[in-house]
């Protein structure tokens, strides 16, 4: 089983080697994004989207509502509550 979490591209580090710099709940870290880049997309185009993240690699791209979706369930889990 794996876990991805929502993470919003907030700037590109290394293009070449395709590094970006991704913020959730207010962390930031660097993460790998050739995975979408080898879908043809521009890599600057990346930098406000929102990624569903694995282990620092971006797998997908998600819509924004659905990045709110799982950042809230995620935080009624950690809190203890039924969601």
């Known amino acids: 089983m ?10 590109i580090v290394d293009a070449d080697a395709g590094l970006a710099l991704a913020e959730t709940a207010g ?5 790998n994004i050739t995975l979408l880049a080898a879908e043809g997309r ?8 929102w990624v569903l993240l694995h282990v620092g690699f971006a797998m997908a ?7 709110s979706r799982t950042l809230a369930l995620l ?4 809190e203890g509550d039924e969601p």
Do not use: F, T, Y
């Open 2 to 11: 794996c876990l991805g979490i929502p993470a919003r591209v907030v700037a």
């Open 27 to 31: 962390v930031r870290r660097q993460i």
């Open 42 to 49: 521009d890599i600057s185009s990346l930098v406000g989207e």
């Open 61 to 67: 791209l998600i819509d924004p509502q659905e990045a």
């Open 75 to 78: 935080a009624q889990m950690e």
